[in-house]
């Protein structure tokens, strides 16, 4: 199977929002109030919680049905800390992004516990975000600058 791509594109709002594009969908981006935001949506370290917990969800109830394991209710909190020191430019002792996780799932299925162990087992090396989030990921970041050009078409 080829590649797919998935992409997002992003307008800043003002200091601390964004209206971002996904597809067809508008999604805002903010800070809560203590970190300077209007605590007007979720802020970037939130969304790739819940980007998380999305793909185990996506992915635990793709890999339940292939082995024909039944998932009656399925319950996912996704926790991480974060040092703000390096982000404020207070210190560089601590990274900037989360020093861990801590998921917690609670299903409900009729399955052994040998099959839910199975099972998670599986979703920890299929789940596309796992992977990114416990492997490195190259990043080009590029920086662009608006052009001045006149098109004479």
């Known amino acids: 199977?080829?590649?797919?791509?998935?992409?997002?594109?992003?307008?800043?709002?003002?200091?601390?929002?964004?209206?971002?594009?996904?597809?067809q969908f508008t999604l805002l981006v903010d800070e809560p109030e203590a970190l300077g935001g209007k605590d007007v949506a979720p802020?970037?370290?939130?969304?790739?919680l819940l980007g998380y917990a999305g793909?185990?969800?996506?992915?635990?109830?793709?890999i339940a049905?292939?082995?024909g394991i039944r998932v009656h209710d399925?319950?996912?909190?996704?926790?991480?800390?974060?040092?703000?020191?390096?982000?404020?430019?207070?210190?560089?002792?601590e990274?900037?992004?989360?020093?861990?996780?801590?998921?917690?799932?609670t299903?409900?299925?009729?399955?052994?516990?040998e099959e839910i162990e199975e099972l998670?087992?599986?979703?920890?090396?299929?789940?596309?975000?796992?992977d990114t989030l416990k492997n490195p990921t190259p990043i080009d970041l590029n920086i662009l600058r608006p052009t001045n050009e006149v098109s004479l078409n």
């Open 55 to 62: 793909c185990l969800n996506v992915v635990v109830n793709l």
């Open 74 to 93: 399925l319950r996912i909190n996704v926790e991480g800390n974060i040092n703000p020191n390096r982000l404020f430019g207070v210190s560089e002792e």
């Open 65 to 67: 049905a292939e082995k």
């Open 43 to 48: 802020n970037p370290v939130e969304y790739i």
């Open 120 to 130: 998670f087992a599986e979703v920890e090396r299929r789940c596309p975000v796992n």
């Open 1 to 23: 199977m080829a590649d797919i791509n998935f992409k997002v594109s992003g307008t800043g709002l003002n200091a601390t929002g964004l209206a971002g594009k996904v597809r």
């Open 107 to 113: 299903v409900d299925s009729d399955a052994s516990a």
């Open 95 to 105: 990274r900037a992004g989360f020093k861990g996780f801590t998921v917690n799932v």
